[in-house]
């Protein structure tokens, strides 16, 4: 099946820094999705793109559609200690079940 | 509104016993999905409804797996006998439809552990 590749794996950061991290496919996707997680719950989107080369903010957060389709990266600015958690990029491929793939997931910490 | 409720949120088995999960969606959601989150990896989909219909289960291993969607609103999932590699978190979501523009709602999951 497809499989997404997400980096870092886990990143340990001040509080105030910004951060990227960053997902790639060997296949083509229509949609990104980044959804964080805590610890026991569940994925919360963050950020939907929709279209190549897109790029979308939603607060201190920004995320682009790669324009090979391919890739996407999340930046989260001025880091605060609620961003700790672990962010998961998500891809939905063409066709009529449109199944979501995950990535295996960034762990952020921030330190104060 | 509400958010896609599942229960329990916690179960511990021992291995070749059976268990099953049960999800609501969140309210006039045609599409209801189940994943599997092993510790350290992300959501793996194992089934999708489209109202009571299956779209997608290719990932379900149905020699132990069972889900169904008999009314179009809940569903459970089933795993008989399970063996320790199922000790994960299963959470289910739900989408008004099943378009990519439509996005997925997760419920906080139900941990199982195989003893």
């Known amino acids: 099946g497809q499989q997404l590749n997400q980096s870092p794996q886990s990143m340990f950061i001040q509080e105030g820094e910004d951060v990227s991290m960053n997902c790639t496919s060997s296949s083509i996707f229509n949609t990104w999705l980044w959804y964080k997680q805590d610890p026991g719950e569940g994925p919360v989107l963050l950020i939907a793109l929709y279209k190549a080369g897109e790029l979308t903010s939603n607060g201190r957060l920004t995320a682009q559609f790669g324009i090979t389709r391919k890739d996407s990266f999340l930046n989260i600015s001025a880091s605060i200690p609620s961003d700790v958690g672990i962010y998961f990029c998500?891809?939905?491929?063409?066709?009529?079940?449109?199944?979501?793939?995950f990535g295996s997931g960034t762990q952020l910490t921030v330190l104060p | 509104e509400a958010g896609v409720a599942q229960s329990p949120r916690y179960k511990i088995i021992e291995k070749r016993q059976s268990v099953a999960f049960w999800c609501n969606p969140i309210?006039?959601?045609?599409?209801l999905y189940w994943y599997q989150q092993i510790l350290g990896q992300g959501p793996k989909l194992l089934i999708q409804?489209?109202?009571?219909?299956?779209?997608?289960d290719s990932q379900l291993p149905k020699d132990r797996f069972s889900a169904e969607r008999l009314k179009g609103v809940d569903s459970t999932l089933k795993i008989q006998p399970a063996k320790l590699e199922d000790s994960a978190v299963y959470l289910c979501?739900?989408?008004?439809?099943?378009?990519?523009?439509?996005?997925?709602?997760f419920g906080d999951g139900t941990r199982l552990s195989i003893l």
């Open positions: 979501a739900s989408s008004i439809t099943g378009s990519s523009n439509q996005p997925q709602h």
């Open positions: 409804f489209q109202n009571n219909g299956v779209v997608d």
């Open positions: 998500a891809g939905q491929s063409p066709g009529s079940a449109r199944q979501l793939t």
């Open positions: 309210s006039g959601h045609a599409t």
